[in-house]
Each structure stands twice: as structure tokens, then as C-alpha cells.
């Protein structure tokens, strides 16, 4: 089992930054990758950005270039530094983390609200 706590969201005017993070405890050896969804009011659950255990990264096309995502093994943290912070980033944001068996644990989830 893996236990996923996320913190860091709150409310933003348009331009700013936010960083999320994600601590994560449990059977941490068994983590693939980990990674950042967003769903807004009415909308499906996307993908933000995804690190695997290699450290290789992805993201979806509408946060390139504005959002970073991290990993500090130390700490069995990750992280989401999201800068230039458009209204339509507003989303509840949730943690997600794949094992090396393919099961997928979710945390809780934390808003971010971006004011225009």
C-alpha cells in the first residue's frame, strides 16, 4: 500500500506560481512513477505531468514550458512547481502513483484556484 498526502494549493491571481508537493509513505519501493492530475467542475481528469523512477518526465502540452515537476527521494516527496498560472489551471489537483505492478493510489487532492 501507498499512502499519498498533497499540499501546497490555495488561491492565485493569474501570473503567479504555486508549488504543490506530495509526500508519500507505505511501500515506497514499489513506486514506477509518480505523478499531477487536474480536474475542473465538469471536466474528466487529465494528466498534468508524470516523473518515472528514471527521473524521465512528462506533460501534457498546455502546461510545457510553465510547470515543473520534481522528486526528492530523501524526503519520498514530489513535487509540482507551477509558475505563469493561467484561470483555466483552476482544477482540483491530485497526486497519483503507479507501482511496478500497475496498481494506482491516489491522495486526496488539493485546489488551486487561479483569479483572473
Known amino acids: 500500500q501507498v499512502h499519498l498526502v498533497e499540499s501546497g494549493g490555495g488561491l492565485v491571481q493569474a501570473g503567479g506560481s504555486l508549488r504543490l508537493s506530495c509526500a508519500a509513505s507505505g511501500s515506497i519501493g514499489s513506486i514506477f512513477a509518480m505523478g499531477w492530475y487536474r480536474q475542473a467542475p465538469g471536466k474528466q481528469r487529465e494528466l498534468v505531468a508524470q516523473i518515472t523512477s528514471d527521473g524521465s518526465t512528462n506533460y501534457a502540452d498546455s502546461v510545457k514550458g510553465r510547470f515543473t515537476i520534481s522528486r526528492d527521494n530523501a524526503k519520498n516527496t514530489v513535487y509540482l512547481q507551477m509558475n505563469s498560472l493561467k484561470p483555466e489551471d483552476t482544477a482540483a489537483y491530485y497526486c497519483?502513483?503507479?507501482?511496478?505492478?500497475?496498481?494506482?493510489?491516489w491522495g486526496q487532492g488539493t485546489q488551486v484556484t487561479v483569479s483572473s
Open positions: 497519483q502513483a503507479t507501482s511496478f505492478g500497475s496498481r494506482s493510489y
